[in-house]
T-cell receptor
Framework: DTGVSQNPRHKITKRGQNVTFRCDPI?????LYWYRQTLGQGPEFLTY????????KSRLLSDRFSAERPKGSFSTLEIQRTEQGDSAMYLC?????????????FGSGTRLTVV | GQNIDQPTEMTATEGAIVQINCTYQ??????LFWYQQHAGEAPTFLSY????GLEEKGRFSSFLSRSKGYSYLLLKELQMKDSASYLC???????????FGIGTKLQVIP
């Protein structure tokens, strides 16, 4: 069990550029979540996958955001035409074991800075 | 919808005991989680409560009262490394999507 892996750890981009983040969950976990966290706030839900199916997408996610999880393995989160308000930590989490109430295991996050 | 309240900041002394409270109002309930988050790092799982009562795990304990919509996290024998934010989070049910509170930033002082 290598945990949840996220890449890159940091991303600085110019306003208007597109960015893509990757998340590799714990292999036996079938549930994968994306959250966004800004300074001084708790994580905010963005979207959720069970295997390859995207089951919910928050209204926080505008049309510029898209997420995929091909074949129910890794997931990508793409932000098109980035804006300064997109600057945040993007957290990926996976879950799949009932003994912890399906509690999340988080990746280290990708910190996005839009300049 | 979900509403989770917890204090934004607390300060406690090394070696002491601190209790971090959390109240919640949710449309459904299927468990309450506590996570620890050090500055600049991802949250890590601390505890899970689904039934009323106290769950003890080493220096950390978590309590739940479903009828009162109330939980607390108790940290004993505080250490400097316990300085972190503590996130209360609730699962309303279904596919276990979790809603997080704002987090309580705990500072442990010598």
């Amino acid at each position: 069990d290598t945990g949840v892996s996220q890449n890159p750890r940091h991303k600085i981009t110019k306003r208007g550029q597109n960015v893509t983040f990757r998340c590799d969950p714990i292999s036996e976990h079938n549930r994968l979540y994306w959250y966004r966290q800004t300074l001084g706030q708790g994580p905010e839900f963005l979207t959720y996958f069970q295997n390859e199916a995207q089951l919910e997408k928050s209204r926080l996610l505008s049309d510029r955001f898209s997420a995929e999880r091909p074949k129910g393995s890794f997931s990508t989160l793409e932000i098109q035409r980035t804006e300064q308000g997109d600057s945040a930590m993007y957290l990926c989490a996976s879950s799949g074991t009932r003994d912890r109430g399906y509690g999340y295991t988080f990746g280290s996050g990708t910190r996005l800075t839009v300049v | 919808g979900q509403n989770i309240d917890q204090p934004t900041e607390m300060t406690a002394t090394e070696g002491a005991i601190v209790q971090i409270n959390c109240t919640y109002q949710t449309s459904g309930f299927n468990g309450l989680f506590w996570y620890q988050q050090h500055a600049g790092e991802a949250p890590t799982f601390l505890s899970y409560n689904v039934l009323d009562g106290l769950e003890e795990k080493g220096r950390f304990s978590s309590f739940l009262s479903r009828s009162k919509g109330y939980s607390y996290l108790l940290l004993k024998e505080l250490q400097m490394k316990d300085s972190a934010s503590y996130l209360c989070a609730v699962s309303p049910g279904g596919y276990q999507k979790v809603t997080f509170g704002i987090g309580t930033k705990l500072q442990v002082i010598p």
